[in-house]
Nanobody, 123 residues
Framework: VQLQASGGGSVQAGGSLRLSCLAS????????MGWFRQAPGKEREFVAA????????NYAESVKGRFTISRDNPKNLVYLQMNSLKPEDTADYYC?????????????????WGQGTQVTVSS
C-alpha cells in the first residue's frame, strides 16, 4: 500500500494542525495505522496509532490530551488532529501501516511508510 501524508505547516505555539494520511487501497480490518515523527538529529518516535477495525488508539505520553488520531475507512484516510502545539512538536511527521489488529507503537513493525510532512511550531 502507498501512503501519502499531508497537512503540515508552520504555526505558533498553542495553535492547531490536522494531518491526513491517504492510503492507495482500501485498508483491511486487520490493519493498524500509525503516526511517527522525527526531529533533526533525533530518532523517529511514535506519536499515535489506531486500529482500522474498531478504532482502538494508542498515544505517546508526550501528546496525550493534545493529539487525536481518527480514521475514515470508506475514504481510506487517517487523521492526526494536533492541538495546543508546542515548539518541541516540531518534526517531520510520517504515517505508516502494518498488518496488526492492535495499535502498535514499534516503528520497526510497520511495513509501509508515507513521505514526511513537515510541522514547525514557533514560540
Amino acid at each position: 500500500v502507498q501512503l501519502q501524508a499531508s497537512g503540515g505547516g508552520s504555526v505558533q505555539a498553542g495553535g492547531s494542525l490536522r494531518l491526513s494520511c491517504l492510503a492507495s487501497r482500501r485498508t483491511f480490518s486487520s490493519d493498524c495505522m500509525g503516526w511517527f515523527r522525527q526531529a533533526p538529529g533525533k530518532e523517529r518516535e511514535f506519536v499515535a496509532a489506531i486500529t482500522m477495525s474498531d478504532g482502538r488508539t494508542n498515544y505517546a505520553e508526550s501528546v496525550k490530551g493534545r493529539f487525536t488520531i481518527s480514521r475514515d475507512n470508506p475514504k481510506n484516510l487517517v487523521y492526526l488532529q494536533m492541538n495546543s502545539l508546542k515548539p518541541e512538536d516540531t518534526a517531520d511527521y510520517y504515517c505508516a501501516s502494518g498488518p496488526y489488529s492492535m495499535p502498535v507503537k514499534e516503528p520497526r513493525l510497520y511495513t509501509s511508510w508515507g513521505q514526511g510532512t513537515q510541522v514547525t511550531v514557533s514560540s
